[in-house]
């Protein structure tokens, strides 16, 4: 079968990797892709959100299943757009992914079906967001409502840097459009968790646990950002709070947007903090993990198209999604000044230390070719993982494997996974 992609980053990078690995793929192509997937994909310059285009490409080229990466295009109705044009697709209709599309629909969601998860407000207004946070608690969150690369999220630790962050989202629209409505919630402590799941409209299976690292500088100082690393599996992540979950949150979640209307098929990501009160939802996200992929995939057992086929065609109470019995650990290799500012175009050096290492994975996630020479060419470049035996040890491999590339301006943060130690 031939196999579309859409997306271009580290994530998507992931996801080419497992769908090469299928015997039953004949051709892999990628839309916009990167310098990494290229080198194992047919890319194609389409942008993600110009869907009349991906949808002639996948016609051209009498491709039979299209999988839809990034959240915006998911958002605006991606896979709306595949359907209608009679093409097979893999990711939630616009009307499920706003789960992830709009903070302030997944708190109320929560809220009417039982779902534990931190108390909350939605605001529309700035001045009635601001009269709000005299009577508040702190520290305190504030939320942009849409989608903002996973930067839409302040932890404001007095009353005055929250007036500062309402006036920022909603305001000076730090965030653009995301920001024309806004969620203030109870700053919520305790460990955080990932947990990916595959879901086909009733049935969910959920995938290895694994935990981000979203702060920019190590001991988690500095601005959100996409991601900075990530493990997998989290040592916090008991069977005890897995059987928690699975009642009060996963298949609820499941449950209720099908009440809703809105059945779900494609990746449900749960952001979960295991607080003292037992798990709660901290987000939801429509899709893949970026950088949780990268070290999820690569310790998955099944054919990523029997998953997939079986989420599009509801029959994933068939399956059952496998994990190998080992660790990962992923370190991105961003540029310094990330996610503010920073220079592109430097060339990279070191990929061929890669070369025949099954445990070790170089993930593009801003890279470009430039006169046959990869160079940098965004904020996050390089999502560096390993497998080990042990999460220790996986860990020790990833930051062993970050010293085979060069590039000028890397940056990386240098306690990706030390929260195993206290395990």
Known sequence: MKVLIVGGGGREHAIAMSVKKSSKVSKLYCAPGNAGIAQIAECEPIGVMEFDKLVAFAKEKEIDLTIVGPDDPLAAGAVDAFEAAGLRVFGPRKNAAILEGSKAFSKDLMKKYGIPTAAYENFDDPEKALAYLETASFP???????????????????????????????????????GNRMVIEEFMTG??????????????????????????????????????????????????????????????????????????????????MLTKDGPKVLEYNARFGDPEAQVVLPRMKNDIIDVIDACIDG????????????AAVCVVLASDGYPVSYQKGYPITGFEAFDGKDDYFCFHAGTAEKDGQIVTNGGRVLGITALGDTLKKAREKAYEATEWISFENKYMRHDIGKAIDQA
């Open 140 to 178: 305190i969150v504030l939320k942009a409502d849409g989608l903002a690369l996973g930067k839409g999220v302040l932890i404001c630790q007095t009353k005055e840097e929250a007036i500062e962050g309402v006036k920022s989202i909603m305001q000076d629209k730090k965030f653009g459009s995301a």
């Open 191 to 272: 460990r955080e968790v990932s947990v990916l799941s595959f879901v086909d409209g009733k049935t969910i299976r959920i995938m290895s646990s694994a935990q981000d690292h979203k702060r920019a500088g190590d001991g988690d100082t500095g601005l959100n950002t996409g991601g900075m690393g990530t493990f997998s599996p989290s040592p916090f992540y008991t069977k005890e709070i897995d059987e928690i979950c699975h009642k009060e949150i996963f298949q609820k979640t499941v449950d209720a947007m099908r009440s809703e209307g809105r059945e779900f098929k494609g990746i449900i990501f749960f952001g979960l």
């Open 315 to 326: 029959t994933l109470d068939k399956i059952d999604v496998t994990f190998e019995d080992n």
